[in-house]
Structure formats: C-alpha cells, structure tokens
C-alpha cells in the first residue's frame, strides 16, 4: 500500500506550503482568505490539517453575484455540448490529481484507505462524467396538438438551468456527496455556490483549483467555507438572490434550512437522516447476510446515512446471528489509515462524545451489550483522535431512543422477530425512512417485503450498491425529492413551454 504520509507531504509540497495549509474561499475565479480562521483536525490524533478561512455575509454576498453574472455571461452561451465537455475535462483533471485528493480526504475524516481509494474519489469523478454524458442525451420534448381550426399547434419543452444554486454538503463522504450535486447542477447550466462541512473542508478546496485548471469560466463555481447559522450556511440559504437550495445533512438542519428558505419561496432538495432497518429471515444465506450486515452497520465507522442501525433477525436463527455478528465485528481494524485499518475513527471528537451519550443511554435503556461500547485503548498518538468501537446491542424496546434515533455511529441493535407482518411493522415504525435491506433466499417474500417498506431504496440480499440512474432520496423525515440520473437533471432545470399556433 502507498503511503498516505506521502500523499500528504505531496500534497503539501504541491500547495508550496511545508507546515500548515490556509484553505481559502474561491469566488469570481479567485482564491479568497479571509480573516476568520478555524481549524481543520485531524480525527486520527487531533493534530492541525489546516487553517480555513470562513467566509462571512460580504463574501457570500460577493459569490452570489459572482454566480448570477456568470449566468450572463460566457456560460450561459454555452452549448450543452460545450458544458459537457468541461465537465469531463473536471473528471479528468481529478483523476490525473488522484493522489491528492485521497490524501486530502484521509487528512479531514480518516477514514480508511481503501474506501478512500475506491469510493469517495472514483465516484467523485464518475458524477461529472455521468451526469454530463446523460444531460448531453436528453431529447427535446415536443407535443403536436389539434386545435378548432383545423390548423394545430406545436408544444415544445425546453429545459432551463434553475440560475443560482447553493450546494451545502455534509462531512461523511465529502467529494462523493458534493459532487453528487454540483455536476448535474452544472450540467443543467446553473452557476453555484458551495459549502463544504466545516469538517472536511480540503477536497472541495482540490475541487476549486480543478475548476481553475480546468479553465471553468469565473463565477460558476464558487466555494464558501464555514459553519452554519450566523456564518456562510445559513448566509447561503437566506440570500434573495439564490434560486434553489440543495442539501445533504442532518434532519434538524433541513428543518432550519426550510424555515430560511420558506420567505422567498425555493425550491429545496434535501437528502437526510436514516434508521435504517435490516432484515435477515431465516432462509437468508448465512454467511452472505452476517458479512452484508457486517458491511452495512460498520462500513465508513457507521457514518454513511444508508447504515443498518436496526437489524431484525428471524428468532430461529437470531443467537447464531448475534454470536457471528459479533465475532466478525471483532475482527474489524480499528485505527490509523496510514497503518492499513479497515476502520477508521469518528469524524470528531465531538460526534463521539454523541455517540458515547447513546452508548451511555442504550444501557440505561436496558440494552445486554454484546461487543463494544468504548473508545479503544492504542497507547499512541491514536489515543488523541475519535476512534470508538464497533458495537452491538440486544434487549432494547422498540420504543428505546436508541432504537429510534439516528446515532450515526459503528452500532446496532439486534433484535428477534417471528413473522413477516410483525417485521413489516417494526421496520416501518420509524421516523426516518431512507434505506432498508432484506436478506432471503426467499424472492417471492423478498418483493412482497420490498415493496411495503415505507423507504427511498431497499436492497435484496446487498447494501450500497447503486446505478446513478435511478432515483435516490428518502421518505418522512429522510428528505425531500430525489436526486440521480434523470431526476437530478429535473431538480435542477426549470422547463418552460412554448405553444405555436400555426
Ligand atoms: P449537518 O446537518 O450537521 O451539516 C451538513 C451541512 O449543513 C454542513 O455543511 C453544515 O455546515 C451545514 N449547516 C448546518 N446548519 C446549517 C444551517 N442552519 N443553514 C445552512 N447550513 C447549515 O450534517 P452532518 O453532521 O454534516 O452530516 C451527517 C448527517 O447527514 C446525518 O444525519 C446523515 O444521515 C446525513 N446524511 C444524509 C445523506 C442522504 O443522502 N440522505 C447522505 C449523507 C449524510
């Protein structure tokens, strides 16, 4: 495995910058400090990434206008053929600093190399290919009428970008989630405005200077560090001037985000928070379910919105389930990526401060721990960052918090069910409702399952596995609308209807 201490260094050395870096505010084609510092920390041993410069109501204000002017500009002539093909020149340009952007991405999460090197990065760069090549195969759309006279008319549907758009994305998958919106965002023809999580500010900051390198005409993209009320967030979403709003986050900062953006009246789509339920009947292939589960509670430390933080196992296998659950969550590496772990630390010490209050509950709840259920103990610098471990519960009421509120950590409650209505019913009692998976051998039973749950995607017999095509999103309180392939194209467009009479 290569280093990450190297790409770091690299990375570093790159930037000309040998301590530490000072990420900045790209606007109007410029990078931008400001004089408002925080500090990027690493969540392996709580040492200094970088200092970031927030970017405060003025600078917003300057990236909003800088993005409408864009509209008027070189970029609102352009083809989609012309837009499209910056667009793969964006993913080329990633992919040729590849190296970068995976040590950047390890320096703000710490997240393991491997998924780094395999998922955050690739698909980052897969979006702006993907969603250029689709917006370049769109059809126009158009409707022959009759009309009394006999003479008819012509309907046409064109498709125009939304204008400005603010991007706020959260800190799990950072590029990946980023990414997700911004190249069907520009692919539709809008300019926007983007923020990062206040935790992961450096590959959207690689992303600014792609779009540089790229020659992306000045005011398209811009990017706003900072937090979220009173700070670039919250001057983001309450800007008259920005057309529509598009976030990935927590359920409660969707609900905020909502209430700015209710006055002027903006269109939102909103990706949210998950509870989400894992079914596993008895006739499931053993083996395939407990590595499946294992993969869906524990993948990215439990900080993917899609985890499993429910699991339901039929009660004629549920001790079997439990013992080999625990036994594989056991054998998960926990710590440093640069030493080759499978599993790296919580975002902050914050979050595990969360996420240690859950632990803390679930046993006054009456939860039977059944592995976990600390910090682990490294005796290095490690012992400085946010690492916890994989943990498993039994015993907890359905009605538990635990059970019924997203922690967003590596941990889940197991517990034992007897028929299909009675896991019908508990896997749909919830707020939430993003993301379920079914294990069975069964397929009959698993659409008849499938179909009923109350989710924005439910997987058979596997967890995460997606074609961009298809839409993506959450019911109740897991989001508004649906993003991927045609869907985005349509969050993103404002079709308009031309009606000649001939
Ligand atoms: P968060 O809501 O705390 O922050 C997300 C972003 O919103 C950050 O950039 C933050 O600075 C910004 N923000 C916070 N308050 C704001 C405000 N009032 N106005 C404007 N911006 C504001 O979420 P997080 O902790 O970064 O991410 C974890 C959450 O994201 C979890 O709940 C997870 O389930 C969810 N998530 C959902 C999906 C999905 O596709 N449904 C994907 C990933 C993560």
Same mark, same amino acid.
């Given at each position: ?8 260094? /690299? ?115 897969? /979006? ?79 992303? #600014? ?12 993209? /811009? ?38 953006? #209710? ?65 594989? #969550? ?36 009456? #939860? ?13 610098? *490690? ?28 941990? *889940? ?44 995607? *439910? ?44």
């Amino acid at each position: 495995m290569i280093s990450v201490t190297f790409f770091l260094w /690299n990375w570093k050395m790159e930037q000309n910058v040998p301590s530490t870096k000072i990420l900045k505010n790209y606007i109007d084609g410029q990078f931008v400090k400001s004089e408002m510092l925080f500090d990027d920390i690493s969540p392996v041993d709580g040492s200094l990434v970088a200092h970031v410069c927030e970017a405060d109501k003025n600078l917003v204000d300057q990236a909003v206008q800088s993005a409408k002017k864009a509209l008027d500009g070189e970029w609102g002539e352009f083809s989609v053929d012309e837009r499209c093909q910056i667009l793969h020149k964006v993913a080329d340009e990633i992919e040729r600093r590849f190296d970068d952007f995976v040590a950047a991405e390890i320096a703000d999460t710490g997240k393991a190399y491997a998924q780094v090197k395999n998922i955050d990065i690739p698909r980052g760069a897969a /979006n702006f290919r993907f969603f250029a090549d689709l917006a370049q195969n769109q059809d126009d759309k158009t409707f022959e009428m009759t009309t009394a006279d006999g003479r008819g008319a012509t309907n046409q549907i064109i498709y125009k970008p939304m204008g400005v758009v603010a991007v706020i994305s959260p800190w799990n998958l950072p590029l990946l989630l980023m990414t997700w919106k911004v190249a069907p965002a520009l692919a539709s023809g809008n300019t926007v405005i983007v923020k990062p999580s206040e935790e992961t500010p450096s590959t959207a900051t690689l992303l #600014a200077e792609v779009m540089d390198t790229v020659g992306m005409p000045n005011g398209v993209f /811009n990017l706003l560090h900072g937090f979220g009320p009173n700070s670039a967030g919250g001057y983001m979403v309450e800007h008259p001037d920005v057309n529509a709003i598009t976030f990935t986050g927590e359920s409660s900062t969707g609900k905020a985000i909502m209430k700015n953006a #209710a006055d002027n009246l903006k269109p939102v789509s909103f990706e949210l928070g998950g509870k989400n339920a894992a079914i596993v009947f008895a006739d499931a292939d053993f083996d395939k379910a407990v590595a499946g589960t294992v993969r869906s509670v524990f993948s990215n430390c439990g900080q993917v919105c899609l985890c499993s933080e429910r699991v339901y196992v039929e009660r004629s296998i549920f001790d079997k389930f439990v013992t080999a659950l625990k036994e594989k #969550a056991e054998t998960i590496k926990i710590g440093n990526p640069e030493e080759g772990a499978d599993m790296g630390p919580l975002i902050s010490k914050e979050h595990r401060e969360k996420v240690l209050s859950y632990f803390s509950l679930a046993l006054n709840e009456g #939860a039977t721990l059944i592995t976990g259920g600390k910090p682990p103990v490294f005796g290095n610098e *490690c012992d400085n960052g946010s690492f916890i471990e994989p943990t498993i519960w039994t015993g907890l009421s359905e009605n538990a918090r635990c059970v019924k509120e997203e922690i967003f950590g590596p941990v *889940c409650h197991i517990s034992p069910f007897d028929n299909v209505e009675e896991v019908i019913g508990k896997a749909n009692d919830s707020d939430y409702g993003l993301a379920a998976a079914i294990w069975t051998t069964d397929m009959d039973k698993a659409n008849r399952v499938a179909r009923r749950m109350e989710v924005g995607i *439910c997987w058979v017999n596997d967890w995460f596995l997606r074609d961009l095509r298809t839409p993506f999103g959450g019911v109740k309180l897991s989001g508004i609308g649906r993003e991927g392939g045609i869907h985005s194209l349509e969050f993103y467009s404002e079709p308009l209807t031309i009606c000649v009479k001939h």
